[in-house]
């Protein structure tokens, strides 16, 4: 079927692939989207990313990239309401594709009132129009896509701005680099590669019929394996899992020991070269002592030249792979209906 292009045209309808295919050229258009963002104009002592699901990913993307050089602490907040130490010395980014998003909109008001430094990224929205009226810089990226298949557009501009307040070194070139490394990617994992010689659709073949868990060896890869499950939830329509060496040594072990059905799961672990020694010889013995009750249980490796290309060129392949496993299991990958209808119900409560 994944090597049948008008099948998979007829179920992906919407063009999904398409948008994941332009993941290179979306990151160029993100980080162009804030040439002329300001970086704050007095001294910041944090930063509070506020999003949800497919635009609150891009937060925690940048958290992992800045970590290793940021001399302030990135938050990444996931609700309605803010943590109390926001004020005049914080930065919070409230980032959301439509703008509508009720608990990123009650965070933003929450960080104006608490008189933080505050910039927008969205395509519109109520979210584009308050930023505005309150003088906000304000980040506008193209409209009319799925929120999460704008992650490149979305987190490009944080980084862009991060990169203006010296937080973390990124250049033009690094940028041009990685959209190409990008681009070079998405041609080997996209619909034309037949499954022979295609990476991304072995990988969904391989993950049909099983519960997906996807592990991050290091810190850089741990958003990754988050972005993974949500993929698969959404574009995949399938319950999956996630978690990230070292922490899982230390909980999820004692259930794949105890787990009866541990042979209905099969574990995709996130590898980079950036792992140490230390990453390496945890993920072997795990895999070797516990991961066996699994079904099966692979390592995918990152490529690209830097940190940010290495991140997003997992986020691309496990984005592909979803795409994949909706075509395996006859599911267009597009709509999400069960959010829909949840935002509806909520807004209408
Ligand atoms: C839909 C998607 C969702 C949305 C989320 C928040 O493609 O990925 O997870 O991102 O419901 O909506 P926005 O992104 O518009 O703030």
Known sequence: MLDDPRAIAHLDSRGMLALVGRFGPMVADGWA?????????????????????????????????????????????KSDRLPAFVGSSTLVVACSYSGNTEET??????????????????????????????GDAVVTVPTGLPPRSALPLLLMPMLR??????????????????????????????????????HAKGLAQTLHGAR?????????????????KTQLNENSKVLAWCGAFPELGHNDVV???????AASYHVVILRDEGDGAAD????AVTR????????????????????????????????FVSCYLAGLRGVDPTPVEAIDRLKARLAGA
């Not at 008001?109 to 395509?123: K, N, P, Y």
């Open 255 to 261: 259930g794949w020991d105890g787990a009866g059905d």
């Open 161 to 198: 701005i991060a990169a203006k307040m010296r937080l973390i070194e990124l250049a033009d070139a690094d940028v041009e680099r990685t959209a190409a490394t990008l681009g070079r990617l998405a041609d080997e994992w996209g619909p034309a590669r037949p499954l022979r010689e295609n």
């Open 33 to 77: 989207a804030a040439r002329d963002a300001p970086a704050p104009a007095g001294r910041i002592s944090a930063i509070v990313i506020c999003g949800m699901g497919g635009s609150g990913i891009g937060g925690d993307l940048l958290r992992a990239a800045l970590a290793p050089a940021s001399p302030i602490p990135v938050l990444v907040n």
């Open 280 to 283: 390496a010889r945890r993920v």
């Open 105 to 134: 909109l009650a965070a933003y008001d929450a960080a104006g009132r608490a008189g933080a430094a505050v910039a927008a990224i969205t395509s519109g929205g109520a979210l584009a129009t308050r930023a505005r009226e309150r």
């Open 288 to 319: 070797d002592g516990i991961l066996g009750r699994a079904r099966g249980c692979e390592e995918v490796w990152s490529a690209g030249t830097g940190p940010l290309a290495r991140m997003l060129s997992l986020v691309l392949l496990g984005d």
């Open 212 to 228: 997906p868990v996807i592990y991050a060896a290091s810190p850089l890869t741990e958003p990754v394996a988050l972005r993974w």
